[in-house]
Every structure is written in structure tokens, then in C-alpha cells.
């Protein structure tokens, strides 16, 4: 009998009734659930997860070369290597045994540790590359999923991603800790050895255990707010931290007052708002981090399905800190025509050799827009610097590429990753046909010439449907938009967030005159004269917009028809209901009448064709 067919055997063994329970696979993990919807589970998050897991595998590797280069480093400078100096965590859950005993999993954690010093300036040997037993080895990496509910994103690392040594789970709900240790025993050696379960409030765990965990994962009910301040400090210097925020509502608008005491920003509505939430996230994580003298670097933010996730590294460092206020900005958005405008919250002037920090110039906008009369809100303050690291994000891409069966939600991660990463040649209008030898010779000519994916710098991005609803005109197509932007001499790109969003380093100056030229060829049926389309309309172009197709507005994704944007997964996706809550009818529009009648919601197994309420086309039209 094979170790897992033992396992199952004595779960159901131990279990009153095995009928209660059902198998789930996901990965190369498998879970115990009741049928009764105690412990949180929901299927839909295989995409949050194995994303997840492309950017651990990343992280590996790239430890790996990041403690190589210091080593190389080192070993130049003739320093002595240092011995093996990681401080080993002083409480029960190093005590957790191979053999899977429960001699820690399911205790309440009581605060252990002293809080340490204040934290330091940031060293070049960053503390998740320090080293094991043997010289210049690196340790394993230390994973907490701090919100683990039945355990299989635990299980799915530990089994899954070579090179973690340990990951802890933790959830103050007694029933899921219960299911998280019966599925770890059910998951066989690896995860006994490598997975530990702990009843346990993760902020007062985190708190009590500060840079210890080069990973942090949280994945809560809807907003992380609470966690974040925990979070930040218990990840170690290098380390990432994982968040998910499944409050979109709030994030995108529908609540500006809540989203402003969870996060301190003020979101605005309109297309661009889920990246807007992106953004609002990690302007949060970094206020908290900057508490302790620490700040983030983004890897990869995604929007997908119904939540937000984020995935950054956090460094301590006082004099780097001082930069935040440069990587964050005000919003203004026009009331009448949309049009938006970034206000830094701060710059720098460089004087003698030294950089001063000075408070923004502002404002930004006039009291009144300058294209259509209205007024405007104001949103933020957002995250405006890069919120992908490209070279990641290409590593990412490729790992998955390369290990398509080991991705159950492979479909969904490589169109996510490939619209990150696609790149276009701006503002070169390519006449040839051969655009590999093109790039291979410019490359030759130009040196590095800079190709850009989804413009790392334009936080924020246009919605052609905007505009022409704006001007009541018929819509260019996406391609013929894009050529009159590249032929005016500005970078476009898509975004991962909306398959119909644009952005762009073209001021709203350059927009709205290329719209003007299109509209002189499209006319338009006249409209009150105080409307901000008519408004717009009324002014001249001072440029004249060229339409001719640029061979550069062909995203790489589209030229090789790769799917961009997927449908969604199944019928009545979503975010589900905290565990044990009872289905009620008030719950069908969100779970589908079947959930109603005593059905659990992660069932709903057709996919929808009909409702594409998110995610929208599947290729972003043409
Ligand atoms: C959305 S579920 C986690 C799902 C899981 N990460 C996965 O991938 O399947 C959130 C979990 O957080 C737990 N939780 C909520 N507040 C907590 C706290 N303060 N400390 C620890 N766990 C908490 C809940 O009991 C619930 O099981
Ligand atoms: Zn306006």
C-alpha cells in the first residue's frame, strides 16, 4: 500500500465517519474536506496559488545567485566567511518532528520572544541568504502561511518547491488547524516533515517572531489591513512577503472612507481602478514598513479573478526609506472627461554631490481641467514606481513554461505572466516584415535598446471606450490608436488588468488631439455645447494624429496569438464565505440557488460563458 493510501487509510480510520470527508487534488497536494463547508476551501484560488508558487521557485534560484555573487564577493575581498550565524527560532515549532507527531501542532502560541532591537541599515548580505551548517551553504528556505484554513497552500509548497525547508501554518480557527494537521499526515513523509500546524492569532505570532521567515504568505478574508503591520516585521531581510486582498469593492471605490482607514488612500472609480488597488495595497505595506525603518520592492503585482495580490521584497534600511515619498503619488481625475493627472508626492534636487528631498511641486492640475471646464477628485496616495520586476517576471515565465504539468492553472498564470512581459518596439516605425532581424539589428545598432512590457513606468492607464464615450464617436480599433501614439513619438502598452486598457507616456494634451484627428474623419452627431465631449471637440488640433499601423503596436502576446485575458473558471466564481457561514437565499447571487439547497459553492463546476463580469474577452479586441 502506497504512503498515501496507508494515510488515507488511518484518517478515515480515526475519522467518525469517513463518508464526511471528500478527497480534493490540487497540484501534487491532496485534502481531506467535510462536506459541510467548516474549513474555508475555494478552488477558484488554484490560479493565487500557483502563482504563488512560480514566484518561490524564482526566489530560490535567485537566492541561490544572490548568495553566490556575495560569496564570489567576499571571497575577492579575502574577508573570512561567516559561520553559520542564522538565529534559530527559541519556540515549540522547531520541535516539530519527523515522524509528524503532534508535539507542537495545535498549541496556542504565547508571545516568546522579547521584540528585538531596533532594526538596522540593511547589509549586503541580506539575512534570507544566510548560511547552513556546511560553509558558504545557504539555508533552506522558511515559509509562514500565516491564514492557512485547511492547509493545501502549505502542503502544495512543502511538496511541491524544491529548497523550502519549512513551512508553518497558522490559523486561529480550532477546526481548521484540526484539518491542516489531518492533512498534512494524509499528505504523506514530506509534509509531515516539512509542514507544522499551529493554533495560533498570526499577528501576535508574527510579532513574536520578527525576520524570521524569509516568506510570509498572507491570504485572509477579504482585506489584509490587520495583518500588514505584523507582516512587515517578520520577514527577513531580502524576504518576501505574499498578500492577497480580496476587498475589491472597497479597494476600487465602492467605499472611499473604509478603504482610506484600512489602507490610508482614497480610491477612485473608473477602469483603471484595479490597478489603482494594486497600488493602494502597496502604498500600504510600505507605510507599515517604513515603521520600522524598512521599505518594499515589488516583484510581480497581479490583479486577477476577484483579488488583488502583491508579492514584495522587504530590505531595512533608514537612508533608502527617505525615497517613499518619490514613489508615491496624488490621483486627479476629471469629473467631466476622465482625463487623469499624477502628482509626486515629493523630489529631489541634487546639489554638490548631495540629493535634498523637497515636497512636490503642486498642483498638478488646474482648478479646472483644462480640456473640458469640470472639476476634479482626488485619489490616493497610490504606489506610482514599478510594481513588476521584469527580470522576475521573465524568469517566472520561463519556469512555468518549462514545467506546464506541474501548473494546474497553467492557462491562466502564462497569459497573466506573458501580458506582464510582453514588450514592443516604441516609437520606431518598422517598415520591414522580418521583425526579428529589425530587433536583432537595432539591438546590433543601438546597444540595449530599452523594449518595454507593460510600461513599468505609467502607473495608471487610458480605456479607449472612455474616450470615445467621452466624444460620443465611433472607437479606432486598439492597433490604429496605438500606431498614432507610437507616430507621435510616445511608448504604449497594454496592462495585465484590463484587456482594453492602454498605457501610455503621452500627455492627455497628445490624447485628446489624436482623438480630435480621428473624430474629423468619424464625425460625430452634435451634442449640447456644454457637454465635455463638445468641449473637447470645439478646440483645434495642434498635432496632426498619423494613423499609419506601426508594426510596434502589435503586442508580442497578440503577434503570436497567445490568450491574454481567459474567461473565468467557473460558474459563480468568486470570493467565498468565510468557513461554517450557513448558505442562505440572501447568498444565491453570489453562490448560484445550488449552494442554497445545501450544495457547497466550489461544486459549480461548468464554466460560465455568459458571465465575464472581471475578466471580459478572452484576447483584448483588436
Ligand atoms: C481565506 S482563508 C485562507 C485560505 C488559504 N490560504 C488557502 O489558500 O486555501 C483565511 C483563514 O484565515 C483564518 N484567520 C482569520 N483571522 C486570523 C487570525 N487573526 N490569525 C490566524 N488565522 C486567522 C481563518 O480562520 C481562515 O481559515
Ligand atoms: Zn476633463
Known amino acids: 500500500m502506497g504512503e498515501a493510501a496507508m494515510a488515507q487509510k488511518s484518517v ?36 493565487n496559488r500557483d502563482m504563488s508558487i512560480a514566484v518561490l521557485r524564482t526566489f530560490i534560484s535567485k537566492r541561490t545567485a544572490e548568495h553566490e555573487a556575495m560569496m564570489a564577493k567576499k571571497m575577492k575581498r579575502g574577508q573570512r566567511l561567516p559561520l553559520d550565524e542564522r538565529v534559530e527560532p527559541a519556540i515549540e515549532m522547531e520541535e516539530a518532528t519527523a515522524d509528524g507527531s503532534e508535539k507542537s501542532n495545535g498549541e496556542c502560541i504565547e508571545p516568546a520572544k522579547p521584540p528585538q532591537d531596533e532594526p538596522t541599515n540593511v547589509s549586503e548580505e541580506s539575512s534570507t541568504m544566510r548560511e547552513g551548517k556546511g560553509r558558504g551553504e545557504i539555508k533552506p528556505l522558511r515559509v509562514l502561511e500565516a491564514l492557512a484554513a485547511s492547509g493545501l497552500r502549505a502542503l502544495r509548497y512543502a511538496r511541491e518547491v524544491e529548497g523550502i525547508g519549512q513551512v508553518v501554518a497558522l490559523d486561529n480557527d480550532k477546526a481548521s488547524v484540526e484539518a491542516c494537521q489531518r492533512n498534512i499526515k494524509f499528505n504523506g513523509t514530506i509534509a509531515c516533515e516539512k509542514v507544522q500546524s499551529h493554533l495560533a492569532d498570526a499577528r501576535i505570532f508574527m510579532l513574536t517572531h520578527l525576520k524570521e521567515f524569509d516568506v510570509v504568505d498572507l491570504d485572509p478574508y477579504g482585506s489584509p489591513s490587520v ?33 482610506y482607514s484600512k489602507y490610508g488612500s482614497y480610491p477612485l472609480r473608473g477602469k483603471y481602478c484595479h490597478e489603482m488597488a494594486l497600488r493602494i495595497l502597496l502604498a500600504s505595506i510600505e507605510s507599515h514598513a517604513n515603521r520600522y525603518k524598512r521599505y518594499i520592492v515589488p516583484i510581480i503585482s497581479v490583479q486577477m479573478d476577484f483579488y488583488v495580490r502583491v508579492f514584495v521584497r522587504i530590505y531595512t534600511s ?18 467631466g472627461c476622465d482625463s487623469f493627472h499624477l502628482q509626486a508626492l515629493a523630489r529631489t534636487v541634487s546639489k554638490n554631490n548631495s540629493i535634498r528631498y523637497m515636497p512636490g511641486f503642486a498642483p498638478a492640475v488646474p482648478q479646472e481641467c483644462s480640456h473640458c471646464g469640470k472639476k476634479f477628485n482626488m485619489g490616493g496616495p497610490i504606489w506610482s514606481a514599478p510594481i513588476h520586476d521584469q527580470e522576475w517576471v521573465s524568469s ?68 479607449l471606450h472612455n474616450l470615445c464615450a467621452t466624444l460620443k464617436c465611433t472607437s479606432p480599433s486598439a492597433v490604429i ?31 485628446w488631439d489624436i482623438m480630435r484627428c480621428w473624430v474629423e474623419n468619424h464625425p460625430v452627431k452634435a451634442q449640447p455645447s456644454d457637454q465635455p ?59 448560484g440557488p445550488q449552494a442554497v439547497n445545501g450544495c457547497n459553492s466550489h461544486e459549480a463546476d461548468e464554466p460560465d460563458a455568459k458571465r465575464h463580469k472581471v475578466d471580459e474577452p478572452a484576447t483584448a479586441s483588436e
Open 396 to 463: 517566472m515565465l520561463a519556469d512555468v513554461n518549462s514545467m506546464k504539468d506541474r501548473y494546474p492553472a497553467y492557462d491562466r498564470i502564462s497569459a497573466v505572466l506573458t501580458t506582464i512581459s510582453e514588450y514592443r518596439l516604441f516609437g520606431i516605425v518598422v517598415m520591414f516584415s522580418c521583425y526579428a532581424a529589425i530587433h536583432g539589428a537595432i539591438t546590433l545598432l543601438c546597444g540595449p535598446l530599452k523594449l518595454d512590457a507593460e510600461l513599468p513606468d505609467v502607473p495608471l492607464f487610458l480605456s
Open 481 to 511: 490608436f496605438r500606431s498614432a501614439v507610437i507616430n507621435a513619438g510616445y511608448r504604449i502598452s497594454v496592462t495585465h488588468v484590463y484587456p482594453l486598457g492602454l498605457k501610455s507616456d503621452a500627455p492627455m494634451d497628445v490624447i
Open 533 to 591: 465631449g463638445s468641449v473637447i471637440l470645439a478646440k483645434k488640433s495642434t498635432l496632426k494624429a498619423n494613423f499609419a499601423r506601426a508594426v510596434a503596436s502589435l503586442s508580442k502576446g497578440q503577434a503570436k496569438k497567445v490568450a491574454r485575458f481567459l474567461p473565468n473558471p467557473e460558474r459563480h466564481w468568486g470570493p467565498k464565505p468565510r468557513a461554517g457561514r450557513q448558505i442562505k437565499s440572501k447568498h444565491a447571487s453570489l453562490l
Open 318 to 335: 533608514a537612508s533608502e526609506m527617505k525615497n517613499t515619498p518619490l514613489k508615491l503619488s496624488y490621483v486627479y481625475q476629471c469629473i
Open 12 to 47: 478515515k480510520n480515526s475519522s467518525s465517519d469517513p463518508n464526511d470527508f471528500k478527497v480534493i487534488k490540487e497540484g501534487e497536494a491532496e485534502i481531506l474536506m467535510l462536506a459541510n463547508n467548516e474549513v474555508f476551501f475555494n478552488k477558484t484560488q488554484v490560479n
Open 227 to 259: 495583518f500588514l503591520d505584523s507582516a512587515v516585521q517578520s520577514v527577513v531581510d531580502g524576504g518576501i512577503l505574499m498578500c492577497t486582498a480580496t476587498d475589491m469593492a472597497v479597494l476600487c471605490g465602492g467605499n472611499g472612507e473604509v478603504c
